[in-house]
């Protein structure tokens, strides 16, 4: 009776937190960045016809979201406002993390750290700041990618590594931390699956080289190293300095704040103390903030919120 009643609870907290999400991100107004509507534009011609480009004639790839874009154009032709599109996909993608979340803590034996994780994501003003964009989407593809290689299910989860890659040039850091994994656990039997990540790559970037000739955007190049350059680091500041920035902002709002890089220090001792089998999150999670602080990027609001759900399954 006494576990009946918990699940019970447990549900009504799930779901409170679902409607809180979804009530206050349909509230916000939708994401005014330019990289935003970018996107909305090529989304656009694509649906009208005219290609996947931003000017008529023009084959040149502008967009860092080739996924995205793709999925904006097919549901367009049922709802033709893009940016209230985009925002309500951002929206419902964000919703969906929440359970994905709380399954990863469950599956592991961590329930009480999974709802403490949902929580924290569901109520996260970093996700608000991003919605309108891919960036919740492309969250919900890493997270299912970890979900499914917990719940051993390798071809599901090099399925959302390849998408991930697809929605986010960084995803190949997705990619190569689940291979990586499934190389250790199950050696040349994760070949399969490497073909499945291989096959949804390739088949974009062959796209992308016949029709815009660079596998890369055309602001790939521009945006690394930005923040070692005085006209933009200047006035926007690095990756890793908005790090230290949105800590500042939480710790301002409240002091208790500091107790999480102790716990989260210990959980990652724990955690490679006892070689637990989520470790590849883990790895993740660092490879992605080690690898924007080398690039020099500038701190962009849509880059952080990645790592806000999967830091927070470290604790325990």
């Not at 349909?26 to 290609?51: E, K, V």
């Not at 891919?134 to 969250?139: G, M």
Request: charged share 10%; aromatic share 16%; glycine share 8%.
């Amino acid at each position: 009776m006494h576990e009946r009643q918990n699940r019970v609870w447990i549900r009504l907290w799930l779901l409170g937190m679902l409607w809180s999400t979804l009530f206050f991100s349909l509230r916000t107004h939708s994401s005014t960045f330019d990289d935003a509507y970018i996107t909305y534009r090529y989304a656009r011609n694509i649906a009208s016809g005219q290609g996947f480009t931003y000017n008529k004639g023009e084959m040149v790839l502008g967009t860092t979201t080739p996924l995205y874009t793709l999925l904006l154009a097919g549901l367009s032709r049922l709802w033709s406002d893009i940016p209230k599109l985009s925002h309500y996909i951002s929206s419902y993608a964000w919703l969906l993390c929440i359970p994905v979340l709380y399954r990863i803590g469950r599956s592991q034996g961590h329930e009480e750290a999974g709802l403490a994780a949902s929580a924290v994501l569901s109520s996260n003003a970093l996700f608000v700041n991003a919605l309108g964009m891919e960036t919740s989407l492309y969250i919900l593809l890493i997270l299912l990618t970890f979900y499914f290689y917990l719940h051993n299910s390798p071809n599901l989860a090099s399925l959302c590594a390849g998408l991930a890659f697809v929605a986010r040039w960084d995803g190949v850091l997705v990619v190569g931390v689940f291979l990586f994994a499934e190389f250790l656990r199950h050696r040349w039997r994760m070949l399969y699956p490497s073909l499945i990540c291989i096959l949804i790559i390739l088949t974009w970037l062959t796209y992308s080289h016949i029709v815009f000739g660079s596998i890369f955007p055309n602001t790939f190049f521009a945006k690394v190293g930005q923040s070692t350059k005085t006209e933009f680091g200047g006035e926007m500041g690095a990756f890793a300095q908005g790090i230290i920035l949105y800590a500042s902002e939480a710790y301002n709002v409240s002091q208790l704040f500091i107790l999480l890089p102790l716990f989260g220090a210990t959980g990652i001792v724990i955690a490679l103390a006892r070689k637990v089998h989520w470790w590849p999150i883990l790895l993740w999670t660092t490879g992605y903030a080690v690898g924007y602080t080398i690039l020099g990027v500038l701190r962009f609001a849509w880059y952080y919120p990645p790592l806000i759900p999967v830091s927070y399954t470290h604790l325990r």
